[in-house]
């Protein structure tokens, strides 16, 4: 199977990135993004990735029927536009890869961006891309590494091979639930251990937090059906690490200003839409997730900080693997 033609839906950083990483790889690219006026007139994306040149001979669309004829196409919207924007493709050939980009659960409905493309556009072969990847770093053509998940191993693979160059090394897996799993609570779990930050709690509840987030992670993914080595992975235990570690992340920067007492920069912070939805699912399937919890509490604005602190240090004592 061989994947010249790639599409990207949605011009901000991440989807600006992997064009420019589809384009490293040797790929014929469009990009398509609401608003392009300002990359035509400086070939540049100015708003997302301000420097980094977006090579001529990559095309640039505000037209949806220019992308539908492609023979891959990545979704890199927010989580919670990845309904109606797969909606739009609605032409596609039938068994056209989609990959889906967006880190969430969609609130409402409590679905991954696979299942909801599932629903809202059927002809699609759902395949997933995560793991630890800011977009400046792809931009610039750092070393990074990803996952890319689909159900059929020779589909993940020739997307691997389509997308994969000398600075951006995809590995293909089947397990989608995991892969999104992984990137959807992880941005959560980053939001908690901004807010230690911001609070000055210490190096050691960082740690403490990541280390139970990641418990957290392994216990939703075991009820999901996804495999516990997945978690493990790029997308799981990687871009955990990434993400409660650097203010480069926005959950991280999000957590940071609320701990700090500061007003949160005005930008997607997906952990904050999924916090609440990720809450809801723990609840309704039985999974004990008190830090998922307690993010959720203080976005939707239904605790303060030192109360959340509070409730996850006064838990009853327990064995730590249970
Ligand atoms: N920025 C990063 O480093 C990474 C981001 N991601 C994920 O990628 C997704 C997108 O994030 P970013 O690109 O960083 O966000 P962004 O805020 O930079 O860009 C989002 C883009 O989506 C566009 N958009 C919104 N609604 C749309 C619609 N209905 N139709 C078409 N375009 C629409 C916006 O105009 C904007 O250009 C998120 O789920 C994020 O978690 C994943 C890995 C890395
Ligand atoms: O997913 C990301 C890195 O892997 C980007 O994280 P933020 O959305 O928190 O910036």
Not at 21 to 43: K, M, P, Q, W
Not at 119 to 144: C, E, I, K, M
Not at 187 to 201: D, E, Q
């Amino acid at each position: 199977m061989k994947l010249e033609r790639i599409a990207v839906v949605g011009a901000g950083a991440w989807g600006t990135a992997l064009a420019l990483a589809a384009h490293r790889a040797g790929r014929e690219v469009t990009l398509y993004g609401r608003d392009v006026s300002d990359i035509h007139a400086t070939g540049e994306n100015r708003e997302h990735l301000p420097g980094i040149a977006l090579p001529p001979d990559m095309a640039v669309t505000d037209r949806l029927g220019d992308v539908i004829t492609a023979d891959a196409i990545l979704i890199v919207t927010p989580t919670q536009t990845v309904r109606s924007v797969v909606a739009g493709l609605a032409g596609i050939a039938d068994d056209t890869p989609v990959v889906l980009c967006a880190k969430g659960l969609e609130r409402g409905t409590e679905l991954r961006p696979t299942e909801v493309l599932e629903q809202a556009l059927p002809p699609a072969a759902p395949a997933v891309l995560s793991g630890p990847s800011f977009a400046v770093d792809v931009a610039r053509g750092l070393p990074t590494a990803v996952t890319i998940a689909a159900a059929e191993p020779k589909l993940a693979m020739a997307l691997c091979q389509a997308l994969g160059s000398s600075s951006f090394r995809p590995y293909a897996e089947t397990d989608m639930i995991g892969v999104e799993v992984g990137g959807a609570f992880k941005n959560v779990l980053a939001i908690a251990v901004g807010i230690v930050a911001g609070r000055a709690l210490g190096a050691s509840a960082a740690a403490a937090l990541t280390a139970r987030g990641f418990a957290e992670l392994r216990r939703i993914g075991a009820a999901l059906g996804a495999r516990p080595d997945t978690l493990m992975g790029l997308s799981g235990l990687g871009d955990l690490v990434l993400t409660c570690s650097s203010p480069q992340s926005r959950n991280f920067s999000y957590g940071l200003a609320l701990g700090r007492g500061e007003v949160p920069a005005h930008v997607l912070v997906e952990g904050a839409a999924t916090a609440a939805v990720a809450r809801a699912l723990a609840l309704r399937l039985g999974v004990d997730m008190p830090i998922t919890a307690q993010v959720a509490a203080v976005v939707e604005g239904e605790i303060d900080i030192d109360g959340a602190m509070a409730a996850l240090m006064s838990r009853p004592l327990k064995h730590e693997t249970e």
